[in-house]
């Protein structure tokens, strides 16, 4: 937070330090970035920020031209801070929640809600003032896109309860009653129903935002049954662990981020020729070991359920309902 902190000069900072009004203008492709109203960082040390650390620059941004006041950081704001890895929040506003009662406005870049706030939905993480765990998972499950909703319940659920890489069923239903209870007590209000699917359909087993958009996408094309963090017994006893199993169908579903051949930092150090050779080794003792079908995906193929058919598609993969037809019109 220090970090992101002193990245971050006001506009009359600026001008004191005799930057050119029209090097600030929005838009303007200068020295400095705009993130919020009257606030600027050096634009080289955002040009590549991922979205993640993007809001959470955007976040401290907001908060640093706040004096007092009773808003919290809420929503997938909120999760940024929990450190929750989220998908769909490029561009994404900061949002507040404002106890009821309090004033609320909002400005371009920063969203306000207006709701009641318990003590025990208030938490404060790395010094900001935040939306519990709970309360935001929930915020974001009635408020937010499917594709988002999931994304965090997910990984909220996997650091409730994941231990290594063993999934603690019993904190995992916990944690779902928990929320239960929680969307039990807002029933009538807006988006409760969506919440209601997104607590039934989280899993902590998702190690990333890719897995949870292709199990979400997965279920919007039909595919019912899942297994998740799927185990095959490897040529020398460890285990392979595959992202999604389709055991009705068959098939394996490896979700492939292009940071694990790009990034070196989650290379540890390998090469990419030894990364591939791996994983081709890998993917082919799978396959003769389970004789399912192996697909892999990237972003691209999980932004919709129609780019994720077309995938399936180009592996001869027929979709659920597809065959139903086909059976029903024989």
């Known amino acids: 937070m220090d970090e992101l902190q002193a990245l971050l000069h006001t506009r009359a900072e600026l001008l004191d330090r005799d930057v050119p009004t029209a090097r600030l203008r929005a838009g303007n492709e200068g020295d400095w970035h705009r993130v919020q109203r009257g606030v600027y960082v050096p634009r080289d040390a955002v040009r590549e920020l991922w979205p993640q650390a993007d ?18 950081v809420s929503h997938a704001s909120a999760a940024v801070v929990h450190g929750l ?21 909002s400005r371009p870049g920063l969203k306000r809600h207006l709701d009641e706030l318990t003590p025990d939905d208030v938490v404060e993480v790395d010094g900001i003032r935040c ?11 009635r408020t937010a896109p499917l594709e988002t909703g999931v994304s ?23 944690w779902r009653d928990r929320l239960r209870l929680r969307a039990a007590a807002a029933a009538g209000h807006r988006g409760v129903a969506r919440a ?6 989280m899993d902590g087993r998702a190690e990333s935002p890719g897995e949870s958009l292709s199990r979400l996408q997965l279920f919007r094309l039909g595919f019912r049954s899942f297994e998740l963090q799927m185990a095959v017994e490897g040529p020398t006893g460890e285990p392979y662990e595959i992202d999604i199993g389709l055991p009705d169908e068959k098939i ?38 389970t ?34 037809h086909t059976r029903s019109s024989r």
């Open 55 to 72: 809001l959470r620059l955007r976040i401290v941004a907001s908060l640093s031209r706040m004096r007092g006041g009773n808003a919290v």
């Open 85 to 105: 890895s989220l998908s769909g929040i490029a561009h994404r506003p900061v949002e507040m929640t404002v106890a009821g009662g309090g004033r609320m406005s």
């Open 131 to 141: 939306t519990s765990l709970e309360r935001t998972v929930f915020d974001v499950a």
């Open 152 to 174: 965090c319940a997910d990984a909220a659920a996997r650091r409730v309860a994941v231990q290594g890489r063993t999934l603690l069923a019993d904190a995992q239903e916990g």
């Open 196 to 201: 209601r699917w997104v607590i039934e359909f």
């Open 252 to 289: 394996l579903w490896e979700f492939d981020g292009e940071g694990k051949y790009t990034d070196a930092a989650l290379r540890s150090g390998r090469s990419l020729e030894d990364i591939l050779l791996r994983e081709k080794r890998r993917e082919e003792w799978i396959r003769g070991v």
């Open 291 to 324: 004789q399912w079908r192996f697909l892999r995906g990237g972003f691209r193929d999980v932004t919709t359920p129609e780019a994720l058919a077309t995938r399936l598609a180009a592996f001869g993969v027929p979709l659920p309902n597809s065959r139903d």
